[in-house]
């Protein structure tokens, strides 16, 4: 039967807790690949579950954390609910352009089953009130094609249940640890939107650490692709010898506000350029000619309220120096609270308009955007992780 949220009832979230919690009368296992898990989603199916492992049921799942669209309170609640009986696997590839993306469920019992294969997730959204379309299909076990249908579920579930190639681990108390510290999964109130899934990079070591992070997951076999279109060529209308644009990481100093004991002053609005890149291209920010004197700080100079586009909004941006710093400032709350750490700040200049002269986009961790992007950050900062890069 195909089923359409929220055209046409009942919903994946009642479907499923029909099913496990006994009212179906007739399963004792389940089975399931799932991209996301939220708690939002998982608060409404909980009770269920424990009831079914409780009548002796088992429950064996595959949870995918691409994008940080799986939450840390998630994987805690569903370790907990799953218990020692029960198995909840994690699956991630570090390959670019790879995602963990199915939603499958299976329900099964001695002479019937039930699979539920669609678009939904294991989030409040998925099970209840995003537009989802799935078909739910009961199978009789003494019908063949039943029969084959069902051992067809199996093996999609055994093959990305598979550790053999590095890209499955079993969820545990010290997995989620690592996950929460590596930046894989995010807690509920910053983990990502249901989104389209794209591959989660491995995340950056924070300032201070010593070499390069291992990743918790290695890259699965290689996986045939269609032939992309290279796009068609775009007149290049930037001027000779500036930029068109600049990208480079975020860090702890850029997104952070510093003390947030009470009673001590937050440190100012500041994103950080290293000076390497201003003086690649001082062009590009109009250094020195386009910046002052302060009179109240010798040397120091400044460039008022220049006029930046970010998330539909144009806003001042103080741009500051002094000789005896080693970084080149924006001061803007805006810029400040627009990123996270490991995000990428993407500066453009803007071309034929009095109002603007900079756009300012946001690049996410884990988009194939900022993947894209890390390819152009190739420079390296003194006694820092931060990368930067000029592209055309």
């Known amino acids: 039967m195909l089923n359409a949220q929220p055209s046409f009832p009942p919903s994946l979230g009642e479907i499923l807790k029909e099913a496990l919690s006994g009212q179906a009368g007739r399963y004792n296992l389940l089975r399931g690949a799932v991209a996301f898990v939220k708690e939002s989603g998982l608060r409404h199916l909980q009770d269920a579950l424990s009831e079914f492992m409780n009548q002796g049921g088992e429950i064996r799942l595959v949870v995918g954390i691409d994008h940080r669209g799986t939450s840390i309170e998630a994987l805690r609640n569903l ?35 039930l699979i539920v294969v669609g678009s939904g997730n294991l989030t409040e959204g998925g099970l209840y009130t995003n537009d989802e379309a799935f078909f739910a299909i009961e199978l009789d076990k003494s019908d063949p094609s039943s029969v084959e249908t069902l051992r067809r579920a199996h093996a999609a579930l055994d093959s990305w249940s598979d550790p053999s190639n590095g890209t499955v681990r079993e969820l545990s108390d010290q997995l989620i640890t690592s996950l929460a510290n590596q930046g894989y999964a995010l807690p509920e109130r910053e983990a990502s939107a249901e989104d389209e899934a794209v591959q ?82 001082p062009e590009f920010w109009q250094w020195p000619d386009g910046f002052t004197e302060d009179p109240t700080h010798p040397e120091k100079r400044d460039r008022w309220n220049v006029p930046v586009s970010i998330g539909g909004q144009i806003v001042q941006v103080n741009m500051m120096t002094w000789p005896d710093k080693h970084d080149f400032r924006l001061r803007s709350e805006a810029l400040r609270s627009a990123g996270q750490e490991g995000d990428i700040m993407k500066i453009e200049r803007v071309e034929g308009r009095p109002d603007v002269e900079y756009h300012v986009e946001i690049v996410p961790r884990g988009s194939r955007a900022h993947e894209e992007l890390s390819r152009v950050c190739m420079n390296a900062t003194p006694n820092s992780r931060r990368v930067w890069g000029y592209y055309d």
């Not at 991630?92 to 352009?97: F, I, L, M, R, T």
């Open 79 to 113: 370790l907990d609910r799953v218990g020692p009986n029960g198995q909840v696997l994690i699956n991630h590839d570090e390959a670019p352009y790879v995602t963990f993306h199915p939603k499958l469920y299976l329900l099964e019992g001695p002479s019937h089953a």
């Open 200 to 281: 989660t990079p491995r995340p950056p070591q924070p300032d201070g650490g010593e070499g390069p992070l291992v990743p918790l997951f290695r890259r699965g076999p290689a996986r045939p692709r269609p032939m992309r279109p290279r796009p068609e060529p775009v007149a290049d209308t930037t001027p000779q010898g500036i930029p068109r644009g600049f990208a480079m990481t975020l860090m702890r100093t850029d997104v952070g506000t510093g003390q947030v004991t009470p009673g001590t002053a937050a440190r100012s609005p500041e994103v950080f350029i290293p000076l390497g890149a201003r003086d690649l291209h």
